[in-house]
């Protein structure tokens, strides 16, 4: 299978990491919406959230604290958390994964 994704969190591709947990990693976003931009990706591959929610609770619950703790880290507390779920609703990498966005980083 040729997922990017897969890639960047085997190291087979870099990335500019930010954070990790058991089941899933955060690195910036390569073209950043916001002034905060950061996917929350698991480890294992999904399709999409909608997969993810279906076939592992424990990972997505894993996925999104670590979101929550990019969140705190990198903004000042006001935050999005999007997952973009097909591609009509934008989807283009097909590998289950979590936007963190925010307009006031942390300084
Ligand atoms: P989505 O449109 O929800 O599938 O989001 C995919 C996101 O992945 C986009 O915001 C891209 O900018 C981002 N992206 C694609 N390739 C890379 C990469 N190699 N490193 C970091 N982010 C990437
Ligand atoms: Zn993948």
């Not at 929350?40 to 670590?66: F, G, K, M, S």
């Not at 880290?73 to 989807?91: D, M, Y």
């Not at 283009?92 to 994964?97: D, E, G, K």
């Amino acid at each position: 299978m040729d997922c990017i994704f897969c890639k960047i969190t085997s190291g087979e591709l870099p990335a500019t990491f930010v954070a990790e947990s058991e089941h899933a990693v955060a690195f910036n976003d390569i073209n950043p919406a916001q002034p905060v931009h950061v996917l929350i990706v698991p480890r294992v591959h999904y399709t999409d959230v909608a997969e993810l929610a279906v076939a592992n609770a424990e990972v997505l619950a894993d996925l999104i604290q670590l979101g929550v703790s990019v969140a705190e880290l990198k903004s000042t507390g006001s935050f999005r958390l999007q997952f973009n779920t097909g591609a009509e609703a934008g989807q283009t990498v097909f590998h289950a994964h979590g936007h963190i966005t925010s307009r006031t980083p942390r300084v």
